[in-house]
């Protein structure tokens, strides 16, 4: 009897220290709306309003497929709520309600499991952001998607009409964010503003509709403090024009009635070169078409040593050898990137800058399409065609601005004579 108590007591004195994380059930969406209330000492759960259970990490989903039912985060403030998206399918078109609200002073993380559809009702974000804190959606297990998609006037991932989507990261996850009837991919809805998104890795698509941005402000609404880093992989487009409103940006303001979308350049200093920016026009297929702007990321282990390329094993080969920027210094730094008509045109924001590569693997952007490359720096512009490169020799090319001066070398060769 004394051996059975004080197994017993083992345990109840075992369950006291488990770590709160490992507290965590499955909640079905089928069952009724959830609501989860996080505070400084801990976090709650109830359903259909029932009673509230202790739940530091629920698991949500909705066994039965396609659900009305809804899902409300609050943290108030100094807290966190954590919550885990599984295979959850809500669509409130008809009830038009917002499948997903974050609300409270505090801050939300929304990790992704499995395949995850959101598509919310009218003047709604599909993701509605209502909080002060930072909304941060995550996939540590490199195995979760989410598909937002906001009703008329709202966000795909923000703002509800007339609500402003701030403080937003998405750090990984395979993430679709689509706005509707003039709301922000990711940020405003209609009329709404959009500042302090981060993406900081995953594959993330953000579409505005009629005006809105793709990333920033709803349509009339602004957008600012754009940082994309990391091994992010994004594709952006704002929303295209009709008779009373002008285009949204890719990245940065909606239209308005009489000014075109403003384009914001987002921080892209952290970008490595796994990451970039597609960006598309309005109007075209981002699924099928081309982009017309790319924009790659240049952080790397990079050096440049008596004209030979040496590249950490972390960066892949193909990226790092067809062409790289660098300072005077040889260290790698970001540039903007745009193909247009068989022409790459390289720009950096600096008085001082090379372009740098081999010939060997100009097949790659031959391959693209590309016939020529225009590299343009603040003080000076040039251009050549891979096929006058080419009939150069072979081995290792530098294109330098500095100032206004503007030299180019194959292998140690002058061959500033190629330049147009």
Do not use: C
Request: glycine share 16%; no cysteine.
């Amino acid at each position: 009897m004394k051996k059975i108590m004080t197994r017993l007591l083992s345990l109840v004195l075992l369950g006291a220290f488990i770590p709160s994380f490992v507290l965590a059930d499955n909640w079905d969406l089928d069952k009724g709306s959830i609501t989860v209330s996080a505070t400084v000492e801990s976090q709650t759960v109830s359903q259909a309003g029932g009673s509230s259970t202790v739940d530091n990490n629920p698991v949500i989903t909705s066994s039965s497929g396609k659900t009305n039912n809804t899902v409300t985060i609050t943290a108030e403030k100094n807290a966190t709520a954590n919550v885990t998206l599984e295979n959850v399918n809500i669509d409130t078109g008809t009830t038009d309600e917002a499948a997903i609200t974050t609300s409270g002073e505090g801050n939300v993380n929304i990790e992704l499991n499995g395949t995850n559809t959101v598509q919310s009702g009218n003047t709604h974000a599909g993701v509605e952001k209502k909080d002060n804190g930072t909304l941060t959606i995550t996939d540590e297990n490199k195995d979760g998607s989410l598909t937002a998609t906001g009703g008329n006037y709202g966000a795909g991932i923000g703002g509800g009409q007339g609500g402003s989507g701030s403080n937003i990261t998405i750090s990984d996850g395979k993430v679709t964010a689509t706005g509707a009837g003039a709301g922000a991919g990711i940020g405003g809805g209609y009329e709404g503003s959009g500042k302090g998104i981060t993406i900081e890795g995953g594959e993330v698509t953000a579409q505005g509709d009629l005006g809105g941005a793709g990333i920033g402000g709803g349509i009339s609404g602004t957008g600012s403090d754009v940082t994309i880093s990391g091994d992010a992989q994004v594709k952006v487009q704002g929303g295209a024009a009709d008779e009373r409103w002008k285009e949204g940006a890719a990245i940065g303001n909606g239209g308005t009635r009489t000014t075109e979308g403003n384009e914001v350049s987002p921080n892209t200093s952290d970008l490595t070169v796994e990451g970039s920016i597609q960006i598309y026009e309005p109007g075209k297929n981002i699924n099928t078409d081309t982009p017309y702007k790319t924009i790659e990321g240049q952080k790397g282990d990079h050096s440049w040593n008596a004209g030979e390329v040496t590249t950490a094993e972390t960066v892949p080969e193909s990226k790092a050898a067809a062409y790289w920027v660098s300072d005077s210094q040889g260290q790698s730094i970001p540039y903007q990137a745009q193909q247009k008509d068989g022409v790459l045109t390289v720009t950096v924001q600096a008085d001082t800058a090379s372009l740098r590569g081999t010939t060997g693997s100009l097949g790659q952007l031959e391959a693209q399409g590309i016939a020529e490359i225009r590299f343009v720096t603040k003080g000076a512009q040039s251009a050549f065609t891979l096929a006058d490169l080419l009939a150069s020799g072979t081995g290792s090319f530098t294109l330098t601005h500095d100032g206004d001066k503007v030299t180019f070398t194959l292998e140690n060769t002058d061959i500033s004579g190629i330049l147009k």
